[in-house]
T-cell receptor, first 112, second 110 residues
């Protein structure tokens, strides 16, 4: 158990809909990262937050957004969903910089 | 942008065999990390490397930070069934984001 929690575990929705994925980092970690992993693919970095502020952006679509709240949990919002958005979405946390990230169990999103 | 080449893409071995995989980068990295991912689960950090030439072990796993700072190696000795999974390398250049390799899928025949 990495100490990072994600909810929900599974999410099934339809095209055009909007969903919110939630992540709670390890106790004491200030940084939260979001990754997308499509079937049999590597991990694609989406976005990083550090202590409530956006720190870095990766290949995140404009339809996607994220935020980190004062209690340090983070939410990833995916809107106008398309079939190609079906993937595993992982949250990771670290104490500060990018190294030694600890991953949550992921949310499997299926868009029908 | 930064690219990591991880090889091999897949391995099929017999239980008890040793395993070697590696990652090479087009950039110089100051950190190399190795993760293992089981199906449907999140990646688990196995080993972190911070210095060129560093050799670090975690049980039967040994990883090395290449002298050129552009590569890293992971070895697994005497493989067992629970070693099955996908192994990812990840590298960091300065304070930049982590870049992940495409993974090595390890399959073990009992």
């Amino acid at each position: 158990d990495s100490g990072v929690t994600q909810t929900p575990k599974h999410l099934i929705t339809a095209t055009g809909q909007r969903v919110t994925l939630r992540c709670s980092p390890r106790s004491g970690d200030l940084s939260v990262y979001w990754y997308q992993q499509s079937l049999d693919q590597g991990l694609q970095f989406l976005i990083q937050y550090y202590n409530g502020e956006e720190r870095a952006k990766g290949n995140i679509l404009e339809r996607f957004s994220a935020q980190q709240f004062p209690d340090l949990h983070s939410e990833l919002n995916l809107s106008s969903l398309e079939l190609g958005d079906s993937a595993l979405y992982f949250c990771a946390s670290s104490a500060g910089g990018f190294n030694e990230q600890f991953f949550g169990p992921g949310t499997r999103l299926t868009v029908l | 942008g930064q690219q990591l080449n991880q090889s091999p893409q897949s391995m099929f071995i017999q239980e008890g065999e040793d395993v070697s995989m590696n990652c090479t980068s087009s950039s110089i990295f100051n950190t190399w990390l190795w993760y293992k991912q089981d199906p449907g689960e999140g990646p688990v950090l196995l080993i972190a490397l911070y210095k060129a030439g560093e050799l670090t072990s975690n049980g039967r796993l040994t990883a090395q930070f290449g002298i050129t700072r552009k590569d890293s190696f992971l070895n697994i000795s005497a493989s067992i069934p629970s070693d099955v999974g996908i192994y990812f390398c990840a590298g960091q250049e300065g304070a930049q984001k982590l870049v992940f390799g495409q993974g090595t899928r390890l399959t073990i025949n009992p």
